[in-house]
């Protein structure tokens, strides 16, 4: 017997026993016993929801089809319908045993249900869940995350004016993909995050939650602030990322170091040891002991682990900031040993721990082959080339010193040359501190696409067939071959696309003068200038944003120039086609060096890119003149120089 003879059969026994007419309206009248969010007591998971206008169960939007209920108001039978497959029913029959208790029967099952409040928010869970998470795989996929709002009706907005936002890690790539969503009349919302691994990190509303390729996850998000609800794929791990947030917890057992609030230390090395020492007793003591105590999942023990390994990389990152008067060198962190990085939850988050490992490894491989083929090096001479990342910052008159007296004796090497040695040092670096297949690869991948994310071009070949050998996992090599047929397009959209391209007279080396000279040309338009460079992933994320800019300023008298700054000629051109940036109203700089720095020392501002605005009378304005993403503020900027 089909479900719906089955649920026709039981509205006619009801009748027969005293219950209502099964209400059939779209949506019908919600008793107001079953109206809210209801949890497994057994399981402490969310399991059912019941408003007026909808259903949420199975991790699924429902549809009413009827309501049927006795007399008394304690027994009643819902159906719901698909709305997607209105053939498609279920039937659920429930048993109000308080205010605040249901009894769920489906067949032969019971299931006691809590409504959700606030001390509910707070329940722990009373059984383990000794499963880790699945082996990290690569491969392009997606999640189906599906939402509502709690209580939208009585934030008093329009659909218009609530959405939910969406941002998920860019494959290989510094940035996000991310997204608005707009909720319907009951404050619903649905998206499909596109992924690019099995497991991610995504943001979604206000936090950031555990996706997982080919999953389902249901969101119920409180509309003025509170613990989240979560059904179906990861739900426990997030509900106990909510309970204990991953960045409050991982601070306990390493404190992320900050401007003002460090002393400076005496001894770098002591520092950086001590902070290792920290991080090995956390993952050691400190997290599976505090995950016992709360009784969390191996999930949730797995993800602390691998975002203590990011508080410390964050460290290191951060202490040539704040720790400046000791000159902290760029690679005197990395590559370190001792750190967990078979953790199949580390590329989970978008945290640049292996990029660290990956670019400071093969630099101090390719110094120490630069200075085995130099030749009669003295042992100061060897060491200061084999690990130049350390004496760049420390000591610059030391590099100097060696760059004069021995820079004829390095090997010259072509550009193919360059990028096989760096193949092959980020090889051997992933190789000699990962042993598991998929975190070896996708480091060797984070290494390669480090370099791409600079240069924008093809690998040659030859360089190709040996990548092909050395990654095992035929995901990362699919994804590698894409990106450098990507790259080859690039080079060949960029050959046939005419820009336009100024320079200036090569005596030019006073600031005041270069910008005169750059905005001559524009007297009674305004300029709005980028100082940038195609290795700055800042400034490439901001170009994606400018096409929406020019729309909303279109006929109107502005000119975008754009100086690159240290960009070799292919890898720019690359780039200005990549991000299509043409027009009447462009115009482009590639200034040589000392020339582009001399413009730089005046006005650049805290670094790249730097947004410069210039008045139509030729005038500068200032070098702090809103980004891209300030789409909002840079128009009104700009409609105020034009209204002058």
């Avoid at 949420?56 to 009643?76: L, P, Q, R």
């Avoid at 000794?130 to 709002?149: A, H, I, K, N, R």
Wanted: proline residues 6%; hydrophobic residues 40%; charged residues 20%.
């Amino acid at each position: 017997m089909n479900l719906r003879k089955q649920i026709l059969l039981l509205s006619a026994a009801l009748l027969l026993a005293g219950f209502s007419s099964p209400l059939q309206a779209q949506n019908p009248d919600l008793p107001p016993t079953l109206k809210g969010n209801w949890i497994d007591a057994k399981t402490n998971l969310w399991t059912l929801t019941f408003e007026p206008g909808f259903a949420v169960a199975d991790t699924a939007f429902w549809d009413y089809a009827s309501i049927a209920g006795n007399k008394k108001g304690t027994d009643y039978v819902v159906t719901l319908r698909d709305p997607q497959n209105p053939a498609r029913l279920k039937g659920l029959g429930l048993t109000v045993v308080n205010d605040s208790t249901l009894t769920l029967s489906q067949g032969k099952s019971r299931t006691t249900l809590l409504r959700k409040n606030a001390a509910m928010a707070t329940k722990g869970f009373a059984s383990p869940d000794p499963s880790p998470f699945p082996s990290f795989q690569w491969g392009t996929d997606s999640m189906v995350v599906e939402g509502f709002l709690m209580d939208f009706a009585s934030l008093g907005a329009t659909p218009q004016q609530a959405t939910v936002r969406y941002m998920i890690g860019k494959m290989f790539e510094n940035g996000y993909n991310q997204q608005a969503l707009q909720v319907d009349e009951q404050g619903r919302f649905r998206v499909v995050v596109p992924m690019w691994k099995n497991i991610q990190q995504a943001m979604v509303w206000d936090n950031w939650r555990i996706v997982s390729a080919g999953g389902r996850m249901m969101m119920a998000i409180p509309a003025r602030g509170g613990r989240n609800l979560y059904m179906g794929t990861n739900a426990r791990v997030n509900q106990e990322l909510d309970a204990y947030n991953i960045y409050r917890i991982t601070d306990r057992w390493l404190p992320r170091i900050q401007i003002g609030q460090t002393p400076a230390p005496e001894s770098l090395e002591k520092w950086k040891d001590g902070m290792i020492a920290r991080y090995q007793a956390a993952v050691r003591d400190s997290i599976p002991a505090f995950c016992r105590e709360h009784n969390l999942s191996v999930k949730t023990e797995q993800l602390y682990k691998a975002f203590t390994l990011r508080a410390i990389a964050s460290n290191f990152n951060q202490a040539r900031y704040v720790f400046p008067e000791l000159k902290t060198p760029d690679n005197f962190y990395w590559p370190s040993d001792g750190f967990d990085y078979e953790n199949p939850m580390l590329f989970c988050t978008e945290d640049g721990v292996m990029n660290n490992l990956m670019v400071e490894g093969m630099f101090r491989k390719m110094n120490h082959y630069k200075a085995d083929q130099a030749g009669g090096l003295s042992e100061y001479d060897f060491e200061t080339l084999s690990d130049m990342g350390k004496y760049y910052r420390s000591d610059t008159a030391r590099v100097n010193d060696f760059y004069r007296r021995n820079g004829k004796k390095l090997p010259a090497l072509t550009k193919e040359e360059n990028d096989s040695l760096m193949m092959r040092f980020f090889a051997a670096t992933a190789a000699e501190y990962i042993q598991s297949s998929p975190n070896r690869d996708a480091a060797f991948a984070d290494g390669l696409y480090w370099m791409w994310n600079a240069e924008r071009r093809p690998l040659p070949a030859t360089t190709l067939a040996w990548i092909d050998d050395f990654v095992r996992d035929p995901a990362i090599r699919q994804i590698i071959h894409a990106s450098n047929e990507r790259f080859a397009a690039l080079i060949e959209m960029a050959n046939k696309s005419v820009f336009n391209e100024e320079t200036l007279p090569a005596a030019m080396m006073d600031a005041d003068s270069i910008l005169a000279a750059i905005v001559a040309p524009h007297r009674g338009k305004v300029i709005y200038l980028d100082i940038w460079g195609t290795w700055c992933s800042p400034c490439r994320a901001q170009m994606a944003l400018v096409p929406a800019v020019k729309e909303a300023l279109e006929g109107k008298d502005v000119v975008y120039i754009y100086l690159a700054n240290g960009s070799p000629r292919d890898t720019w051109r690359s780039m200005i086609a990549e991000y299509r940036l043409f027009g009447s109203n462009t115009i482009h700089y590639n200034l040589p060096a000392q020339q582009q720095g001399a413009f730089d020392a005046k006005y650049l501002g805290r670094g790249y890119p730097t947004y410069i605005l210039v008045d139509k009378e030729g005038k500068f304005v200032t070098k702090e003149a809103p980004w891209p993403a300030q789409k909002k503020e840079l128009i009104q900027a700009i409609e105020e120089l034009l209204a002058r």
